[in-house]
Nanobody, 124 residues
Framework: QVQLVESGGGLVQAGGSLKLSCAAS????????VGWFRQAPGKEREFVTA????????SYADSVKGRFTIARDSAKNTVYLQMNSLKPEDTAIYYC?????????????????WGQGTQVTVSS
């Protein structure tokens, strides 16, 4: 069982930056694809970005392309989401999810493990 813990959320002004972390309890976390998803109030949870288990494939939602960057530090069993040029519409709870030896799917159902989420609020 892989346990995921997100951190780094908070309140930031529009145009600002935040860096989210997804830390895993599993020492072989590098063998998992990791996705970030978000859910805004009253909306469905949506894909944000993902990285394959080898780190060679990264994908982004069009809404965050050029502003968000996903990266992994295998030594720390952690995946990061660097968010720049934040907009009020980025306000949501952000979740990370993991899939063993996955390619970094945009589909939520592909992921086996989920964190509890971290709140990101962007003020205008």
């Amino acid at each position: 069982q892989v346990q995921l813990v997100e951190s780094g959320g908070g309140l930031v002004q529009a145009g600002g930056s935040l860096k989210l972390s997804c830390a895993a309890s599993e020492y072989t976390f590098s063998s998992y694809a990791v996705g970030w998803f978000r859910q805004a109030p009253g909306k469905e949870r949506e894909f944000v970005t993902a990285i394959s288990w080898g780190g060679g494939i990264r994908s982004y939602a069009d809404s965050v392309k050029g502003r968000f960057t996903i990266a992994r530090d295998s030594a720390k069993n952690t995946v990061y989401l660097q968010m720049n040029s934040l907009k009020p519409e980025d306000t949501a709870i952000y979740y990370c999810a993991a899939e063993h030896r996955g390619s970094g799917s945009k589909v939520q159902e592909a992921y086996d493990y989920w964190g509890q989420g971290t709140q990101v609020t962007v003020s205008s």
